[in-house]
T-cell receptor
Framework: NAGVTQTPKFQVLKTGQSMTLQCAQD?????MYWYRQDPGMGLRLIYY???????DKGEVPNGYNVSRLNKREFSLRLESAAPSQTSVYFC????????????FGPGTRLTVL | SQKIEQNSEALNIQEGKTATLTCNYT??????LQWYRQDPGRGPVFLLL?????KEKRKERLKVTFDTTLKQSLFHITASQPADSATYLC????????FGKGTRLHILP
């Protein structure tokens, strides 16, 4: 099993450009999450999806959209990137059976110039 | 709003001693509290989960306590080793897990 995979690993954007961060898990987990991590700020929840077909806002959803394409995939879209969105983005998934333990992907380092 | 505080930004401990990390939370009552380890450039890795009706949980050299009255969890690493050096994240919560900023632990040889 690959676990949680994220693409791309690194990305540089110019202000105003758009892009989609991809996340997939092969563990048949129900819930998936997107976090951003900034120095001194810790992990902050952007959006999460408790099950296929549902999405909910987290702490910092402004400037982002998500799509739970199917049970395996959960994408994060930046419609018009801003320098404040420079961060490391982590995707995570969780199985209801493994009561709240989250499995994280390796992260995407995004720089917005 | 919900708030999580973890003690100090960095903690230096001599090898072989016990490292104790603190997590305090306010404005909610989570049924669970988790601890994760994060190494530089990597995603967090789950270590332990403790439920609100459990006072203490152990796993090898790790011990976690959960005091719902004080709204505090303590995370202990006994017989610490340089390989334990990492950032440790506290995460109270249920379906919507909120993470603390983490404590960087350095085990000095």
């Amino acid at each position: 099993n690959a676990g949680v995979t994220q693409t791309p690993k690194f990305q540089v954007l110019k202000t105003g450009q758009s892009m989609t961060l991809q996340c997939a898990q092969d563990m048949n987990h129900n819930s998936m999450y997107w976090y951003r991590q900034d120095p001194g700020m810790g992990l902050r929840l952007i959006y999460y999806s408790a099950s296929e077909g549902t999405t909910d806002k987290g702490e910092v959803p402004n400037g982002y959209n998500v799509s739970r394409l199917n049970k395996r995939e959960f994408s994060l879209r930046l419609e018009s990137a801003a320098p404040s969105q420079t961060s490391v983005y982590f995707c995570a998934s969780r199985s209801v059976a493994l009561v709240y333990e989250q499995f994280f992907g390796p992260g995407t380092r995004l720089t917005v110039l | 709003s919900q708030k999580i505080e973890q003690n100090s930004e960095a903690l230096n401990i001599q090898e072989g001693k016990t490292a104790t990390l603190t997590c305090n939370y306010t404005n909610y009552s989570p049924a669970y509290l988790q601890w994760y380890r994060q190494d530089p450039g990597r995603g967090p890795v789950f270590l332990l989960l403790i439920r609100e009706n459990e006072k203490e949980k152990r796993k090898e050299r790790l011990k976690v306590t959960f005091d719902t009255t004080l709204k505090q969890s303590l995370f202990h690493i006994t017989a610490s080793q340089p390989a334990d050096s990492a950032t440790y994240l506290c995460a109270p919560g249920d379906d919507k897990i909120i993470f603390g900023k983490g404590t960087r632990l350095h085990i000095l040889p």
